[in-house]
């Protein structure tokens, strides 16, 4: 009887370990779904609507001499802009207006230089783009003629 017991428990041994041996191989867990994008665009801000004569520029305004005249204009103002800033180089804008001189639509700029008295005023051509002239205004008052004795 030893003998078959051991037997018995022999085969059981290696029939247990035979078959934890071919059993099939666990599935891979699937792996987490992505998650998901996010939108493309945030939401539309409604902005306070800007004055009739007054057009934003990036955080700065032009002023228009007569309403219609940004309209007209085939030349944007920022491009207008670095047309002027091309004519005083290391200056900076203290104002932009697009008005009408004579027959054409003209963008002016005021360009404030540090280190120099006054500023300069350039105009830009609001249809072709090309630099009008350029003129240095200096901050002085107009001195009074001197009076005859």
Do not use: C, W
Request: glycine letters at 8%.
């Amino acid at each position: 009887m030893k003998k078959t017991s051991f037997l018995i428990l022999a085969l059981a041994v290696v029939g247990g370990s035979a078959s934890a041996q071919n059993q099939p191989a666990k599935p891979a867990p699937k792996p987490a779904p992505a998650p998901a994008p996010a939108p493309a665009t945030a939401p539309a801000v409604k902005q306070a609507p800007k004055p009739a004569n007054q057009v934003a520029m990036n955080t700065h305004k032009v002023k228009e001499g007569s309403p219609g005249l940004l309209k007209q204009a085939k030349i944007t103002p920022e491009a207008a802009e670095q047309t002027a800033m091309g004519a005083v180089p290391g200056g900076t804008v203290s104002s932009r207006m697009i008005m009408k001189e004579k027959t054409s639509v003209m963008y002016v700029f005021n360009i404030r230089t540090s280190g120099k008295e006054g500023y300069d005023r350039v105009t830009v051509d609001a249809m072709s783009g090309a630099l009008g002239s350029t003129t240095h205004h200096s901050g002085s008052a107009k001195k009074e003629p001197a009076k005859k004795p």
